[in-house]
C-alpha cells in the first residue's frame, strides 16, 4: 500500500467514526467478539468516500472497504 495514497485516521478521528452513525452500523455487522481497531482513508473515489476498515476478533485480523456515498444520487 502506498502511504502517499492512503492515509490512517488519528486515533481521535477513528474514535469519533465509531461512535457515528456508519461506525456503529460497522460495529453491528461484524461478527461476535470482533471490533474495529483502526481506518484507513483510500483515495480515488471521484463519487464516493472508501474507507479500509481494519478488524481484530477471535480469528485474527481482516480487513474490510467500506463505500460511502457523498450524495444520494450517486448511490443505485
Known amino acids: 500500500m502506498n502511504s502517499a495514497q492512503n492515509s490512517e485516521l488519528p486515533d481521535t478521528r477513528l474514535h469519533e467514526w465509531l461512535q457515528s452513525a456508519t461506525g456503529a452500523w ?20 471521484a463519487t464516493s468516500e472508501m474507507l479500509r476498515i481494519n478488524v481484530d476478533g477471535p ?15 450517486f448511490a443505485r
Open 26 to 45: 460497522v460495529e453491528q455487522a461484524l461478527g461476535k467478539g470482533e471490533r474495529a481497531s483502526g481506518a484507513v482513508r483510500l483515495h480515488g473515489g
Open 59 to 73: 480469528t485474527g485480523q481482516r480487513a474490510l472497504a467500506l463505500r460511502s456515498f457523498m450524495e444520494p444520487r
